[in-house]
């Protein structure tokens, strides 16, 4: 199978966690230690968030007196791009010897007219509680807005269109490449009227992006890896009740909240919609059993699924709508 995998942020930095280089180097070593058995099997196609690094980055770059202006959003996503790729790209060549491993830098076209642009919705940096975030507001110009318990940053998050190397990340599978790409959803541009790409100050959102590259290089499955084993219907009250199974149109129809697994629910519905393959969300320990059907929450056309070495999933009664 072809495999689109998609880490989330607790890959590399669990919350409360200080964003030094050797917690999120420990953390990757871990997640790669459970994607090597999937790798060994499939073709593998890895991306992962960046909103943690991308938001040390700017606050690092807004502080520092050699410079006029900050980094733009669009230098900062390649800069952690590479930072992030470079850990997987290292850590997945020791685990898998004699694999060959490829770390992209990835540009993603959105449209300069997304309504995204002047409304922020996307989370990037550290968590601050309420009176520091607002007072960083005030200081830098920022929208901040409540993110569970704290509060952060937002910044646009418009569609992802197309990401402009898929070509490329094509035939590197081709050749049995394990592929590491579209970090943080990708650097986003735009195309001028001249037809020449720019950077943008943005963050496309990494689970939409992943979707598109799966559906794109025709992936067979896409798999969301986050910190839950399952997608929760009710979360956080006395109805709440796991979903193991389902198809897209059940998930839609659900509340879920758009600054955390309202856009994970988006993305597989989409790629599910769009392909009629599978694809699921759950944790990162759990992969393999996701790819078997015996874990996280996995949603088809129909609401049910055969795994690689596992029998037809029972759909469990009420899973889906």
Known sequence: MRVVVALGGNALLKRGDKPDADVQLTNVRRAVAALAPLAEEHELVVTHGNGPQVGVLALQSAADPA??????????????????????????????????????INQTLVSVADPAFT??????????????????????????????????????????????????????????AIAVCA??????????????????????????TAALLAEALEADALILLTDVPRVVRGFGTPE??????????????????????????????????LTGDMAAIGALDEVVDIIQGLAGTIVTP????????AGPARVPEGAVS
């Open 302 to 309: 129909s609401g049910s699924y055969v795994g690689k070495q």
């Open 240 to 273: 709440a009740e796991e979903i193991t199974h389902s198809t897209p149109g059940a998930l839609r129809a659900e509340n879920f909240p758009a600054g955390s697994m309202g856009p994970k629910v988006d993305a597989v519905c989409r790629f599910v919609e």
């Open 183 to 208: 970090g943080g959803g990708g650097v986003p541009v735009i195309r001028d009227e001249e037809g020449m790409l720019t950077g943008v100050e943005a963050v496309v959102d990494k689970d939409l």
């Open 67 to 104: 410079l006029s202006c900050p980094y733009p959003f669009d230098v900062l996503g390649a800069e952690t791009q590479g930072m992030i790729g470079y850990w997987l790209l290292q850590s997945l060549q020791n685990a898998l010897p004699g694999r060959q491993v490829c770390s992209l």
């Open 119 to 176: 409304n922020p919705t996307k989370f990037v940096g550290q968590v601050y509680d309420r009176e520091t975030a607002e007072r960083l507001a005030e200081e830098r110009g920022w929208t901040v807005r409540q993110d569970g318990a704290y509060w952060r940053r937002v910044v646009p998050s418009p569609l992802p269109q197309r990401i402009v190397e898929t070509r490329l990340i094509r035939q590197l599978l081709d050749q049995g």
